[in-house]
Structures are given as C-alpha cells and as structure tokens.
C-alpha cells in the first residue's frame, strides 16, 4: 500500500458536468456579491447613522460581519474551481478555510443568543433596558462571542493534524469540510468524530435553548401589550430574528447533529450549500426589508452622498466659471439700481403732479 503523505488536496465541486460550470459560476457570483454588498453594507450603514447606535443593531452589525466572513471563506474558491481546471488545495489552505468557516458559524450561534437577550431584555424589562445593555457589558457579550467563536475550532485544528492522509487527495466537496477530511484520512479519527458530535451537540443546544426560553418570556409579554401598534413592531423584530434562527439552526442541525451518522454526499453539499452561502445570502433582507430605521438611515446616507456630490459640483463650476460668477450678480446689481431710479423718478414726477393740481 501506498504511504506516501498527501499534502494537497482536489475539490470536485458541486458538480463534474461541463456544461454547467459557466452557469453555476454566473449564478454564485451574482449571489456572492449580492451577499457582500448586503451584508458589509449593512455593517457600514450601522456604524455610519448614528441613529443606529444602539445594542440591538450592534449585535446585528457583527452578525452580517460574522455572514461576510462565513461566505468568503467559501465561495471565491468554488469560484475559481469552476473556471479552471486546477482544483488542488494545500493542506494549509484547507485548514485555513475550515478554521474562518467554522469561527464565523461558532461566533454567529453565540450573537444570536445575545440578540435574542437585547430582545428579551427590551421587551420584558423595558424601563432597565439601559442600565442592563450597558456599553460595557454589550462589548463583554460581543468579546465573550468571539473569543469562543475563536477558541473553540482551534481544538478540532490541531487534532486534525494528528491525521495523516495517503489513501486520497479527492475530496468529494466544494469546500474543506471536516466531516470529508476524516473520511480520506488514513489515520483513525475516532477521537475527532466523538469530540465533533459532542461539542456540536453541547454548543448548538445550548444557544438553541437559551434563544427558544428568551423567546418564550418575550412571547408572553407581547400578549400582554395594550397597543396595537407596540406589539406588531415587536412581533416583527422577533419574526425576523426567529426565521434567521430556523434556517441557520436547521441545517446546522441534520449536518452536525443528525442521528445517522454522516448524511448522504448530494444531501450533505445541499444542507452546507445553504448555511455557508445561502444564508448569509438572505439575512441582510431578513433583517433590513421591513425596518423602517434600517431604510430611514439608508436614505440619510443617500441624502447626504447627494448633496456633497452637488456642493462639491457647485464649488468646482465656480472655480471654474469664477469670470462668470462674478459678472453674473454685477449684472443683476446693475439693473436693479437702474430699476430703482426710474422707479424713484416716476414717484417724484407723481408728487410734483399732485402739488400742481
């Protein structure tokens, strides 16, 4: 048997059929930087208006970040995979792409347990709400977030180097999945699938259960509501959060969580498919459509880009024409003074007139 090491690696993609690489790249990059614009957009309006400043569109600000992390650490290589005929990957380059993917889906399970707090806290204790979401602890929640967002793939990492990889360099994916490393390594992963399936378990039902009993309090407290107007704004800022929940939450579920073992290839690439690319596709709309404070800052910002562009043209016509801009009010000055004698005479000859009768 062949022990040579194997330290690259080909990614087959989503498919081998010629035909459809041209299309399916077309198609990924329209989706790719609809993703980018919506998602850093929405990152750079909310730093930008600071009408925005608050805890709530903090948190939603690091969530789109933690989204344009997810879907660059994926799909500018499938990109290139589909116009070229080169689709190795270096060991390096693998690890590297499981480690960005893997902290921004960590660090977006941990924000959206702290998004569902600020909600709980805004609706059910709306008078404390801020002294509880101080400055201070919102970036405690967001440090805390990160750092096991950070931390906690850097375990899987370094157990993927114990593995060694002879049998195949094939890897039968679009990206650097964990789940397809173990199946060509030759060395025994039953350290690594335990430890996968544990933590995925433990992390994934944690932050889903703390977001499903904030839910729960805050649900009753909009029942509680008397106004009619209060509780349909409530109950739109916790739908669009709880559909972002659900799609993330799902597919992460039947990828990571699911009871028979590992999914079958096509169903696998479908559930990754849509929590690396999809979703980070659709959350900016989730979150954005609908907001009236989202669409009020976006035309603040649209208002204020229009009328420095028009100061800035005005300035540079009047540098330019400065001959003109000066003869321009002279002109006007010089016939309103004519104005105002003959307009003067008249009322003297008026005057003089009347004396006489």
Not at 35 to 40: A, I, S
Not at 114 to 120: F, H
Not at 154 to 183: A, D, P
Not at 227 to 246: D, M
């Amino acid at each position: 048997m062949d022990k040579t090491l194997v330290t690259e690696f080909v990614l087959t993609g989503l498919t081998d059929l010629p035909r459809l690489q041209v299309p399916l790249f077309l198609m990924f990059l329209v989706i790719y930087l609809t993703t980018m614009v919506g998602n850093l957009g929405l990152t750079f309006l909310i730093w930008k208006d600071t009408h925005l400043h608050t805890p709530m569109y903090l948190f939603l600000g690091s969530l789109a970040f933690a989204d344009a992390c997810s879907s660059s650490s994926v799909t500018p290589k499938m990109l290139m995979n589909f116009l070229s005929m080169n689709h190795m990957i270096s060991l390096f380059e693998c690890i590297s792409q499981f480690y960005i993917f893997a902290s921004s889906a960590n660090i977006e399970c941990f924000l959206l347990v702290v998004m569902a707090y600020d909600r709980y806290v805004a609706i059910c204790n709306l008078l404390l709400y801020p002294v509880v979401m101080s400055n201070i602890f919102c970036t405690q929640l967001l440090g805390v977030s990160y750092i096991i967002g950070f931390l906690h793939p850097l375990m899987h990492v370094g157990l993927l180097f114990r593995l060694t990889f002879c049998k195949s360099n094939v890897i039968h994916y679009f990206y650097c999945e964990i789940l397809q490393l173990f199946k060509i390594s030759c060395s025994d992963p039953r350290i690594n699938m335990p430890l996968i399936f544990t933590f995925s378990v433990f992390i994934q039902s944690f932050t889903f259960m703390s977001i499903i009993i904030s839910y729960c309090y805050v649900f009753f407290a909009i029942r509680k509501m008397k106004s009619e107007k209060g509780r349909s704004k409530a109950f739109y800022t916790c739908s669009a959060h709880l559909l972002s929940v659900s799609l993330f939450y799902v597919t992460l579920f039947f990828m990571y969580v699911h009871p028979g073992s590992v999914p079958a290839e096509n169903q696998g690439k479908l559930y990754s498919l849509f929590y690396t690319i999809i979703i980070p596709l659709l959350n900016p709309f989730i979150y954005s459509l609908r907001n009236k404070e989202v669409i009020g800052a976006l035309r603040r910002i649209m208002n204020k880009q229009f009328l420095r562009q028009n100061s800035n043209l005005f300035f540079s016509n009047f540098v330019k024409y400065k001959g003109y801009c000066w003869c321009l009010p002279m002109s006007f000055l010089t016939i309103y003074l004519h104005l105002r004698a003959f307009s003067d005479g008249q009322r003297h000859l008026r005057q003089i007139g009347g004396t006489g009768k």
